[in-house]
Every structure is written in C-alpha cells, then in structure tokens.
Nanobody, 115 residues
Framework: QVQLVESGGGLVQPGGSLRLSCATS????????MSWYRQAPGKERELVAR????????NYTDSVKGRFTISRDNGKNTVYLQMNSLKPEDTAMYYC????????WGQGTQVTVSS
C-alpha cells in the first residue's frame, strides 16, 4: 500500500522557518521524482519545488527561490522542504507528490504564516 505522510506544518510568524517532511512507503522511492505542491484557499494547486530521483537536480517556483530548499534521503524514503523567510503569501496546504509512471499524493500539511 502506497503511503505519503506529510508533517511539520503549523503556524509561524512572518520571517520564520518550518521544515516539512514527507515519509513514504509502498513504492521504490529512490526511482521517483519527488515534489512539493501547495494550494491556498480559492487558488489552484501549484508546484513549489521538485527534486530528481538521485537528488542531483532541483527546481523551484520563482516565488520561493532563495528561501526554500528541497532535499531527499533515499535511505529513509523521505523528502523534505526547508522553508525560510516565510511570508503570509506562503500560507497554504502543502502536499507531497511522487511521480514516475504513476502519480502519488499525500494528504497535506497546513502551513499558516501570520503575526
């Protein structure tokens, strides 16, 4: 059974940091491209960051470049999103995604940036 379980979300003040984790099981993690998406109320889900199966290449949406870092540990079947200098506009539900021949999603973790 495929599982992607996000954690690490919460309420943080502007300028603060959070580290999201996505623990996975049930598929060959090391062969999948892993991504973080987010969806704010009333908006479409958007790609935040992506990392190749080996971790050798990453890309980010422009609004988070220089603030967020995606990484993965293929030994732990886990992908991370380090978020620094958080802004109110980063408030959203954050989802973990695994893609190769199939597309798998986690249930999401809420990030709220507010003073």
């Amino acid at each position: 059974q495929v599982q992607l379980v996000e954690s690490g979300g919460g309420l943080v003040q502007p300028g603060g940091s959070l580290r999201l984790s996505c623990a996975t099981s049930g598929f060959t993690f090391s062969t999948y491209i892993m991504s973080w998406y987010r969806q704010a109320p009333g908006k479409e889900r958007e790609l935040v960051a992506r990392i190749t199966s080996t971790g050798g290449k990453t890309n980010y949406t422009d609004s988070v470049k220089g603030r967020f870092t995606i990484s993965r540990d293929n030994g732990k079947n886990t992908v991370y999103l380090q978020m620094n200098s958080l802004k109110p506009e980063d408030t959203a539900m954050y989802y973990c995604n695994a893609y190769r021949s199939k597309n798998y999603w986690g249930q999401g973790t809420q990030v709220t940036v507010s003073s």
